[in-house]
């Protein structure tokens, strides 16, 4: 079915998604031919911006949609609704498809740690044969002290990085949840913004009609004045040819034609 039939701005909205639905089924075939994790990324995150615009084009074709279902009959809402539907189904295939290429990118960075060094300085280092048992131990137990040391500290380190990783989590999350908010008001703003220039339109159009209306009565209301005019300077002519200088001129007497008999 052809939306323009039924709205032109649905109709624009639907080639708009249509032409990212195009972007995003190209983008994701060249993101396979991609091998650079980095350039992945970057696709990636590209595709994902389409794919915010692509959301809020819908919302804004469900605005469209429910504007005019009063309008519209029962069969073309359901058309409507089904359409709607149906990017939706669309959009989140490809959600699906972009979270399954971020799993894949973060699982080939791989952090990789560097252990402790092996061995230790000459000047630390006893032969075990040149020790005696006490030395033994005593040596012993400073390595434990200091493993033991090595352990609170790391363990120390990864609680620091828990609770840096919970508050940067929760900073995210509120900052997500503050651009999801300020998304929906500029879509809100952006699609008032079009109804006042429809209503402009329609305005503008309304007053260009009562300016034709109103020079047609000042007309009407000059022919009008100009006859009163005429009554009040002649008051007892009723026909135009009575007003001196409008009256149509008198016919010529015929021409008497002169003939020559002969004799």
Known sequence: MDLSAISEDLAEIDGQINDIFRALSNGFQKLEKIKDTNRQSRQLEELTGKMRECK????EFDREVKELENANAADTNRMLNEKKQAMIKELNSYVALKKQYASNIDNKRVDLFEGPGEGLG????????SM???????????MMDETDQAIERSKQVVQETINVGTDTAAAIKT???QMSRIVNELDSIHFSIKKASKLVKEIGRQVATDRCIMAMLFIIVLGVIAIIIVKLVHPNNKDIRDIPGLAPPAPSAPSRKLFWYPN
């Open 132 to 142: 005696t048992n006490q030395q033994l131990i005593d040596s012993g137990n400073r």
């Open 175 to 177: 900052q997500t949840e």
């Open 56 to 59: 809020r084009l819908i919302k």
């Open 122 to 129: 000459e000047e630390n280092v006893l032969l075990a044969s």
